[in-house]
């Protein structure tokens, strides 16, 4: 750890450019990379870009079986699932590419208030959600003051025995004093996108006067988080504002930034892409679009680059994408989202959302879907309350120690999840592999372990986990 490295611009814009030129690797540098891959200890910017340079159908295909043997050594068969809630969609900001953007006047505004977010989560607590990710668009009305009672409220929330376990927030940059409150407030990781690391393109996107044109102001939040005791914080850009090997390079020097600086890289990143939005100008015309094929491709080199690194997809992607991306990376998902605020609550509220959904699946059909390929459908919190987070977090995950957590915790929370919530048919299927992955634990101790804890639910003891 270095404190001469935070709060400075660690971006170099022609460097990262001049990084994605230049010919493929060879299929012996390919292999180099690729078994310095296998070894869970991540790569180099020039590996990186030395990926992000094939073109090779073969090729690309076996990058993404990397990644899929690096995600399942990691990862094993979990895949954590959340829900957004969206307190408001006013917002000051005039982002080209959002509904919420200031000059749209097509949707219908609202900030919810606390008798609202309890509504929205006790909703959410009756399908079966334990994790919340709490977001909103940037405006005065949602400062500090109303997101750190938006938390209290939620955490509050009691409803048949449920209540949300952790909350997850996605906010617009703030102060390093605001980032201490909300420290205090208990919540898991912040979460902020740069949206694109070009700095050039970002004034385009990101009209002068509003907070959200302070390019640099962004770019640092990540620190004053940091220096404000967030042990977890999650990166993102939005792919289709600029060429995303320059995006997927940035990320990597904002990852190797963060852990020279504050010792640890970002707990999870994000992977949207642009999607259409009602009143905005630019889902019309996407400037670098991004194919399905390099999409899986950007998933598949993240994985294997950042191997302990959460990946998460939103209901952005369609039910066919996930799916498959489940096997290349991804470890986090949300499902049964609504993006605009009271719409869990009525399914008549009209308020704007910020985009058009690919996934419209309920959380059970979710859940149903994960099953049939196998995952364990995960709503742990374990590690957040038992203080595995940030280094701590990073020290059993390097290692492989995690493993003896995620996987039982996993399991507990999806015993859960079937005896409280699941339809006949996601039930059956569900308790079906549940066996199977139980019988499959290699470890007496941690079997005996997951068997007792399992008979605990299955008796009516809940928010078991180690």
Do not use: W
Request: aromatic share 8%.
């Amino acid at each position: 750890m270095d404190a001469s490295k935070k709060f400075k611009n660690f971006i170099d814009r022609e460097k990262l450019y001049g990084l994605i030129e230049g010919a493929a690797p060879t299929e012996a540098e390919l292999q180099q990379i690729l078994n310095k891959a296998l070894e869970l200890k991540g790569l180099g910017l020039e590996d990186v870009a030395a990926l992000l340079r094939v073109k090779d159908h073969d090729q690309i295909y076996e990058i993404m079986e990397t990644a899929k043997k690096v995600k399942q050594d990691i990862y094993g068969k979990r895949l954590v699932l959340f829900a957004p809630v969206y307190t408001g969609n006013k917002c000051v900001n005039n982002c080209v590419y959002c509904s919420f953007r200031r000059d749209n006047h097509l949707i219908k505004r609202k900030i919810l208030n606390m008798d609202e977010i309890a509504t929205e989560v006790k909703t959410l607590l009756r399908d079966g959600h334990k994790r919340i990710l709490l977001i909103c668009g940037e405006t005065p009305a949602n400062d500090i003051n109303y997101i750190c009672e938006a938390i209290r409220t939620t955490y509050a929330v009691r409803e048949n025995g449920q209540y949300v376990r952790r909350i997850n927030v996605e906010l617009a940059p703030m102060s390093v004093e605001d980032f201490r409150r909300l420290k205090a407030e208990k919540i898991g990781t912040y979460v902020c996108f740069q949206e694109t690391y070009d700095p050039i393109l970002y004034k385009e996107y990101h009209p002068a006067g509003s907070p959200k044109a302070d390019y640099e102001n962004r770019l640092l939040v990540m620190d004053r988080a940091m220096e404000g005791g967030i042990d977890d914080v999650g990166l993102g850009v939005l792919f289709g504002l600029a060429d995303y090997r320059f995006e997927i390079l940035a990320l990597m020097e904002h990852a190797h930034h963060l852990e020279e600086a504050f010792g640890c890289g970002p707990h999870t990143i994000s992977f949207p892409r642009i999607e259409p939005a009602e009143g905005a100008p630019l889902p019309d015309n996407i400037p670098h679009k991004v194919s399905d094929d390099d999409f899986k491709k950007i998933i598949a080199i993240i994985r294997i680059a950042l191997p302990y690194t959460g990946i998460i997809l939103s209901t952005r992607e369609n039910d066919d994408m996930r799916t498959e991306l489940f096997n290349y990376g991804i470890s986090q998902i949300s499902a049964g989202s609504r993006t605009n605020p009271g719409a869990y609550a009525s399914e008549e509220e009209h308020t704007g959302s910020q985009f058009q959904l690919g996934d419209h699946r309920t959380l059970d059909e979710v859940v149903s879907g994960m099953i049939d390929s196998g995952y364990i459908p995960s709503f742990c919190t374990g590690c957040y309350r038992k203080g595995r987070v940030g280094h701590d977090f990073m020290d059993l995950a390097k290692p492989g120690l995690i493993k003896e957590f995620c996987m039982p915790n996993a399991l507990f929370t999806f015993r859960e999840y079937l005896n409280d919530f699941a339809s006949p048919e996601t039930k059956e299927k569900g308790y079906k592999l549940m066996k199977e992955l139980i019988a499959g634990v290699e470890k007496p101790t941690l079997k005996k372990t997951i068997e007792t804890n399992v008979a605990k639910i299955d008796e009516g003891e809940r928010d078991i986990y180690l």
